[in-house]
T-cell receptor, first 117, second 112 residues
Framework: NAGVMQNPRHLVRRRGQEARLRCSPM?????VYWYRQLPEEGLKFMVY????????ESGMPKERFSAEFPKEGPSILRIQQVVRGDSAAYFC???????????????FGSGTRLTVV | LAKTTQPISMDSYEGQEVNITCSHN???????ITWYQQFPSQGPRFIIQ???TKVTNEVASLFIPADRKSSTLSLPRVSLSDTAVYYC?????????????FGPGTRLSVLP
């Protein structure tokens, strides 16, 4: 596992369709984070998951968006009934819980660029 | 979560040292300071992280004064390939992992 794998890289959906974005964390990482980035803006936190648990979903829109990280398989970010405003780059990151003194950061995937037409 | 303030953009020339300063006046005792680099159409890449004083790795140095209300990322002898957006983040490590907040970052342009 060379890193965090996201697929697809590009996704085009018509308004009203569903979008499913997948993220496979780095080997051994059990913490997954999803971020959204609009053009020319910084990343906005959406949700933080551990295996089978949502730890923090404070950045998720209340409707149409959901995320899961099952015991087996990748993490999925699901957007139902997409609208044009959902067009953005969606990044997944994973981390390995370590002692603070060791220092580390997230490892990000290359993102999925969602375009809603 | 501590808010950070960085310059929106900076220009530099190849071979120069670049210093990007980030303000985080309400940093908490348990917060770490982390810098990321992002190229167009790619995910952010971890550069360096520190808690206090100075941290150096093969890519950059991070200077943190005693009051920790600011930090400076130093990139030695930049090249054209260092043109990117640089994000300063302040966040807490705890038993529930990390949750950092990305600001708009500093867009560094390295000119020939």
């Amino acid at each position: 596992n060379a890193g965090v794998m996201q697929n697809p890289r590009h996704l085009v959906r018509r308004r009203g369709q569903e979008a499913r974005l997948r993220c496979s964390p780095m080997k051994g990482h059990s913490h997954v984070y999803w971020y959204r980035q609009l053009p020319e803006e910084g990343l906005k936190f959406m949700v933080y998951l551990q295996k089978e648990n949502i730890i923090d979903e404070s950045g998720m829109p209340k409707e149409r968006f959901s995320a899961e990280f099952p015991k087996e398989g990748p993490s999925i970010l699901r957007i139902q009934q997409v609208v044009r405003g959902d067009s953005a780059a969606y990044f997944c990151a994973s981390s390995l819980l370590m002692e603070p003194r060791q220092g580390d950061g997230y490892t990000f995937g290359s993102g999925t660029r969602l375009t809603v037409v | 979560l501590a808010k950070t303030t960085q310059p929106i953009s900076m220009d530099s020339y190849e071979g120069q040292e670049v210093n990007i300063t980030c303000s985080h006046n309400n940093i908490a005792t348990n917060d770490y300071i982390t810098w990321y680099q992002q190229f167009p159409s790619q995910g952010p890449r971890f550069i360096i992280q520190g808690y206090k004083t100075k941290v150096t790795n093969e890519v950059a140095s991070l200077f943190i004064p005693a009051d920790r209300k600011s930090s400076t990322l130093s990139l030695p002898r930049v090249s054209l390939s260092d043109t990117a957006v640089y994000y300063c983040l302040v966040g807490r490590r705890d038993n529930y992992g990390q949750n950092f907040v990305f600001g708009p970052g500093t867009r560094l342009s390295v000119l020939p």
